[in-house]
Nanobody, 116 residues
Framework: QARIVESGGGLVEPGGSRTLSCVVS????????MVWHRQTPGNPRVLVAA???????NYAPYAKGRFTISRDDAKTSLYLQMSSLRPEDTAVYYC??????????WGQGIQVTVSS
């Protein structure tokens, strides 16, 4: 059974930067899209950024220009570089791996708090 582990969360001051990482242990076959989602209390999980199988990247409007998604060639690691962080970026961030069969693997989530 594959497992996804996120790291890099924590407390960041407004305007600061943070890079989230996730690593896949075990084997996930036929990876299609790798994503970062985030969730705040009382709200649904929403897309932050995606890295598609074709190599294209997609970002939520609030992430464009501030966040950068990247991955390794083996599709076993995914990163989210975040800059110019705002208090409203405070959330639990989840790494997800979507297969060509549309099955989703998710990490346990990691808290990012933007506060002075």
């Amino acid at each position: 059974q594959a497992r996804i582990v996120e790291s890099g969360g924590g407390l960041v001051e407004p305007g600061g930067s943070r890079t989230l990482s996730c690593v896949v242990s075990g084997t996930i076959s036929s990876v299609d899209t790798m994503v970062w989602h985030r969730q705040t209390p009382g709200n649904p999980r929403v897309l932050v950024a995606a890295f598609t199988s074709s190599g294209a990247t997609n970002y939520a409007p609030y992430a464009k220009g501030r966040f950068t998604i990247s991955r390794d060639d083996a599709k076993t690691s995914l990163y989210l570089q975040m800059s110019s962080l705002r208090p409203e970026d405070t959330a639990v961030y989840y790494c997800g791996i979507i297969t060509v069969d549309a099955y989703a693997y998710w990490g346990q989530g990691i808290q990012v708090t933007v506060s002075s």
